[in-house]
T-cell receptor, first 112, second 112 residues
Framework: DTEVTQTPKHLVMGMTNKKSLKCEQHMGHRAMYWYKQKAKKPPELMFV???????INESVPSRFSPECPNSSLLNLHLHALQPEDSALYLCASSQLEYTEAFFGQGTRLTVV | AQSVTQLGSHVSVSEGALVLLRCNYS??????LFWYVQYPNQGLQLLLK??????LVKGINGFEAEFKKSETSFHLTKPSAHMSDAAEYFC??????????FGKGTTLSVSS
């Protein structure tokens, strides 16, 4: 099984809402990632959980906060987002940070 | 730091023609190299990977890539394009201690 499952597939939220994106993998991978992708652009790394250690892209605003309840699950908590945060949010996992990453289908987020 | 350059943001071919998507990397040590494909509103799917074994790597859907250390290149080819190959293609490089670094992507269009 090389599947990374993301829920929900689509999300529309207001700027005052709080919502969470969920990601799950059962490949035994020890690294999981959140990426943000705008149209016609490459994925932009937001967060990495690797062997229970969190690494943050310093440019990511604090209205995004990751949570890793266990090695198979990765959440992304959203609070007070802005319209420019509308994008495709991708979760991925890999055995090691530099080995092949397996991606979920993404959550299409629209902030209104 | 590692970087990846994809030459040509948009490549157009006719159905049945050769597909050539270019990727150059910068690295002082042999890296791990990957090609991913992304269809609209979907996640990234791994096409193939180079991990210092054979320099000619075969992937899914008839694609292959050749690692050329002297040229620091990892170009993606397919002998005969199909309409279903139309998508966004990303080259990525992995090196110990960092998450994958993606190129800016190449949009492949296939006309009948």
């Amino acid at each position: 099984d090389t599947e990374v499952t993301q829920t929900p597939k689509h999300l529309v939220m207001g700027m005052t809402n709080k919502k969470s994106l969920k990601c799950e993998q059962h490949m035994g991978h020890r690294a999981m990632y959140w990426y943000k992708q705008k149209a016609k652009k490459p994925p932009e790394l937001m967060f990495v959980y690797s062997y229970e250690k969190l690494s943050i892209n310093e440019s990511v605003p604090s209205r995004f906060s990751p949570e890793c309840p266990n090695s198979s699950l990765l959440n992304l908590h959203l609070h007070a987002l802005q319209p420019e945060d509308s994008a495709l949010y991708l979760c991925a996992s890999s055995q090691l940070e530099y080995t092949e990453a397996f991606f979920g289908q993404g959550t299409r987020l629209t902030v209104v | 730091a590692q970087s990846v350059t994809q030459l040509g943001s948009h490549v157009s071919v006719s159905e049945g023609a050769l597909v050539l998507l270019r990727c150059n990397y910068s690295s002082s040590v042999p890296p791990y190299l990957f090609w991913y494909v992304q269809y609209p509103n979907q996640g990234l799917q791994l096409l193939l990977k180079y991990t210092s074994a054979a320099t000619l790597v075969k992937g899914i859907n008839g694609f292959e890539a050749e690692f050329k250390k002297s040229e620091t290149s990892f170009h993606l080819t397919k002998p005969s394009a199909h309409m279903s190959d139309a998508a966004e293609y990303f080259c990525a490089v992995g090196e110990a201690g960092t998450a994958l670094i993606f190129g800016k992507g190449t949009t492949l269009s296939v006309s009948s």
